[in-house]
């Protein structure tokens, strides 16, 4: 680099800087966005924007609960966010700085009310579900042509599990999700609350934890894409992308997302802001930004998650929209369920047995 440029550089870096008069804090999920979409913002608002990422809701309550997390925007899963609510976390939405609230889907407010009632502290991001995510050619090589594609035998009948060791078995380190999974296949209610039925999944998770050769809820991406593991316990939209960057790498891997035919969970994942935002009018600005139906539609096109914004639809790619693993038909939908929060006892036994299921011990 020359002179010239690196002070032409210098100067451009501090005039950036200095056209920044506030700035906003966001923290969502890791792969969740189009970055596109975060210059977009910066160049629309003026306001500069800090973009964390987390891959676990766990992670997320921790600093929700401390409080003085420093963020103005975060996206808990709606179980969780109906915790954080009753313990204070959030301020509520000012609706009046939210005129591209019009463009949200009733449907989808109909179903998060479950957890922040009248919508008041938070706005659909993305909704999704958690299945299985599988590397066609290896499974069938293991497993054989019938291998069980789209059921939990695949990852919850130890025979199977011991064949599928050999190419990489990931679950993510989701225990709301993968117990109620577990419940689901023992024919138990997955959203118990009883600890003596939750229990039960103990023997089901020990009796493939010898199998399971990591815990994680984000590099199993990557590692499908890689064809470095075969089959992941994941979130739909993350391995339809591992789908799209092996198809890319053009590397000869075929990874396929499959809902569990004994019934999947739904999920919903809510923008909300903090009790202590440092920034709340800038975090309006963001969410308003977020709900405009094209930029809305551009995030689903990008990460293969369905969203609640009715007026994104038009501007959804066949490849999505028309996509019933993102977008169930009734018929899928019958099969999904939905869970609600452990009261704090139920989810001490929780954690509990969660991280013995870890440590295999
Ligand atoms: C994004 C995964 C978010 C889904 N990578 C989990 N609620």
New binding site residues.
């Given amino acids: 680099m020359t002179f010239k440029s690196l002070t032409l550089t210098a100067v451009m870096a501090l005039a950036t800087s200095a056209a920044f008069a506030e700035e906003v804090r966001v923290y969502?999920?890791?792969?969740?966005i189009d970055e596109e979409l975060l210059a977009k913002f910066e160049e629309e608002t003026g306001i500069k924007l800090i973009y964390d990422v987390f891959?676990s809701?766990e992670v997320l309550e921790t600093k929700m609960l401390a409080g003085g997390s420093g963020y103005d925007v975060v996206?808990p899963?709606g179980t969780f966010l109906q915790r954080q609510i009753q313990a204070g976390a959030f301020q509520k939405l000012d609706m009046s700085k939210l005129p591209n609230h019009a463009n949200m889907w009733d449907q989808i407010e109909s179903r998060t009310a479950q957890y922040d009632p009248g919508n008041e502290y938070s706005i659909n991001y993305?909704w999704?579900t958690?299945g299985l995510g599988v590397n066609v050619g290896k499974v069938k090589e293991v497993l054989g042509e019938d291998a069980p594609m789209n059921s939990m035998d695949l990852v919850f009948k130890p025979e199977n599990m011991e064949k599928l060791a050999a190419c990489g078995v990931h679950f993510l380190d989701?225990p709301t999700?993968l117990i109620p999974a577990a419940l689901k296949y023992l024919g138990e209610n997955p959203d118990s609350h009883d600890p003596d039925v939750i229990e039960k999944v103990e023997p089901v998770l020990m009796g493939v934890r010898p199998y399971i050769q990591k815990f994680h809820?984000?590099e199993y991406?990557n590692a499908l894409a890689n064809g470095d593991i075969c089959v992941a316990v994941g979130?739909?939209?993350?391995i339809l992308?591992a789908r799209d960057r092996a198809a890319e790498a053009d590397n000869g891997v075929e990874i396929e997302y499959h809902a569990f035919k004994q019934g999947s969970l739904m999920?919903?994942?809510q923008m909300a802001i903090p009790v202590d935002a440092p920034n709340p009018d800038a975090a309006h600005k963001f969410l308003n930004f977020i709900m405009d139906a094209q930029n809305m539609a551009a995030a689903s096109n990008y990460?293969y998650?369905a969203n609640g914004n009715k007026a994104s639809q038009e501007f959804l790619v066949e490849d999505v929209i028309g996509d019933t693993a993102i977008y169930p038909d009734e018929e899928t939908m019958q099969n999904l369920y939905t869970t609600s929060p452990y009261p704090a006892k139920v989810q001490r036994t929780v954690t509990r047995l969660w991280t013995k299921i870890k440590s295999g011990t």
């Fill in positions: 969502n999920w890791s792969d969740y891959d809701n996206v899963t993305m999704g958690t989701a999700e809820s984000s991406i979130w739909s939209g993350d992308q999920w919903f994942d990460v998650y």
